[in-house]
């Protein structure tokens, strides 16, 4: 079955500061991984995906992940945090077979210091 | 730009009223579904629909059922609502598989 494991549900980074959240994935098929950004109140949104090709995404917000099969890892970073980064981010992966499901993890809450 | 909406983005409710929480999208996307949001928690799939009239149960389904009459909209209702269903709900459309989903902007629901 897959799951998505997020390694530290709070991290805390200064103004300008390397972005580093850590997402750990385990699946029996291809997966496909996204990441997610939820602010305070407010719904999801997609911050980037991979799905087939290149294993270094970009997305919105100066956001990029790599898929790393090896390591079964879809990390998320960004060179420089910048205090409207402050939000909860959410990795996750496709449930595989003929369904649609996402499988979410825990989700990380990302502090910016200024 | 394509759209999810969610009727609510607050409610208060009794113990023990039948709570319907409603879900719109304008993308005509096959694949509806709904999430319940936990601190800690992350998000855990209630039920997910695949086309009008379909259903299926996700993780937690105890104490909800849904309805899809047509393609757009997708309702969860809490049959009896208790304190413990107090949570943030999240519904999602994508258009096939593999595909990112498009989130509402959620109901925040608290039962008394």
């Known amino acids: 079955a897959q799951s998505v494991t997020q390694l530290g549900s709070h991290v805390s980074v200064s103004e300008g500061a390397l972005v580093l959240l850590r997402c750990n994935y385990s699946s029996s098929v291809p997966p496909y991984l996204f990441w997610y950004v939820q602010y305070p109140n407010q719904g999801l949104q997609l911050l980037l995906k991979?799905?087939?090709?290149?294993?270094l995404v970009k997305g919105i917000n100066g956001f990029e992940a790599e898929f790393k099969k090896s390591e079964t890892s879809f990390h998320l970073t960004k060179p420089s945090a910048h205090m409207s980064d402050a939000a909860e981010y959410f990795c996750a992966v496709t449930s595989g077979g003929a369904t649609n499901k996402l499988i979410f993890g825990t989700g990380t809450l990302l502090a910016v210091q200024p | 730009d394509v759209k999810v909406t969610q009727s609510s983005r607050y409610l208060v409710k009794r113990t023990g009223e039948k709570v319907f929480l409603e879900c719109v999208q304008d993308m005509d996307h096959e694949n509806m579904f709904w999430y319940r949001q936990d601190p800690g928690l992350g998000l855990r799939l209630i039920y997910f629909?695949?086309?009008?009239?379909?259903?299926e149960k996700g993780d937690i389904p105890e104490g909800y059922s849904v309805s899809r009459e047509k393609k757009e909209r997708f309702s969860l209702i809490l049959e009896s609502a208790s304190t413990n269903q107090t949570s943030m709900y999240l519904c999602?459309?994508?258009?096939?598989?593999?595909?990112?989903?498009?989130f509402g902007s959620g109901t925040r629901l608290t039962v008394v």
């Open positions: 629909s695949y086309d009008v009239k379909m259903k």
């Open positions: 999602a459309s994508n258009p096939g598989q593999n595909y990112g989903y498009t």
């Open positions: 991979y799905t087939t090709g290149a294993t």
